[in-house]
């Protein structure tokens, strides 16, 4: 029975939890927070939003880590003139919380990449931070 009850309670403990109305409106708050600093390349926002140990994966397949996604805004490689969110789902596993959705992202008024996006948040000693993204292109 205790082998049981040590293999069903961490199991139980990596479960997503009920869907708290206050806190997922808090990680899509965040979510808008990290848009708008990537729109404007604030890279004092991100450096605070972007976890240390980042893994960062465009939809082209390109894997960036924090430091990366950083020398991309401060250098201005980084060009997005738009990006908007939508179908936006939010599940908790303890102190992580995973947001899909669908991304509509603009470099100029003709180059739009419409994407499926999990981001990876956890909540530590910084608050939530982006831990990881997946970039996945939708076909047209």
Same mark, same amino acid.
């Given at each position: 029975m205790k082998r049981l009850l040590c293999i069903l309670?961490?199991?139980?403990?990596?479960?997503?939890?009920?869907? @708290?109305? =206050?806190? /997922?409106?808090?990680?899509?708050?965040? $979510? @808008?927070?990290? =848009? @708008?600093? $990537?729109?404007?390349?604030?890279? /004092?926002?991100?450096? =605070?939003l972007l976890h240390d140990d980042l893994t960062f994966v465009h939809s082209g397949g390109q894997v960036q880590t924090k430091a990366d996604v950083l020398q991309s805004v401060t250098s201005g490689k980084n060009v997005i003139t738009r990006m908007e969110f939508s179908d936006s789902g939010v599940r908790f596993y303890g102190?992580?919380?995973? !947001? =899909?959705?669908?991304?509509?992202?603009?470099?100029? @008024?003709?180059?739009? !990449?419409?994407?499926n996006i999990l981001h990876v948040w956890i909540n530590g000693a910084r608050g939530w931070q982006l831990a990881a993204r997946q970039a996945t292109r939708l076909i047209p």
């Open positions: 309670l961490p199991a139980l403990a990596l479960t997503a939890t009920a869907s @708290d109305p =206050k806190a /997922e409106k808090q990680i899509l708050a965040i $979510m @808008d927070t990290y =848009k @708008d600093a $990537m729109i404007h390349n604030n890279a /004092e926002v991100l450096g =605070k102190n992580t919380a995973l !947001v =899909k959705c669908r991304v509509d992202l603009w470099h100029s @008024d003709t180059n739009i !990449v419409h994407m």
